[in-house]
């Protein structure tokens, strides 16, 4: 039976190529090639890129008969969960104010 090459396990290969990265990042910073602002952005760009892209948010408000579908063309029913508020308007009586006796708000300010 011939010998089977050792199984990779991902988490350590995952491991020793970012420990590695690191390592030749600092030898470079400490030799004068790259900056530590360099180094910093290069790290940042490599997390962002590691992480998965974030789900695209469904811009608002959207006009009438707008048929809302997902990345495969599937139709995409509407959100009922969210509570509808009314707004409370009452209707005022009808003439104006200085009929019905109701006196008109006053705002009192002082320009200096």
Known sequence: MAPQPP???????????????????????????????????????????????????????????TQWADSEGKPIGMDRTTPIAIPDVKRTPEGSPAETGEKPPVIDLNME
């Open 7 to 65: 199984t990779k396990n991902e988490q350590q290969e995952a491991e020793f190529t970012r420990k590695m990265v690191l390592g030749i990042l600092g030898t470079l910073e400490s030799k004068g090639l790259l900056s530590q602002g360099e180094v910093d952005s290069i790290i940042r760009a490599a997390r962002q890129s590691s992480q998965p892209p974030a789900a695209p948010r469904r811009s608002g408000p959207a006009l009438p008969g």
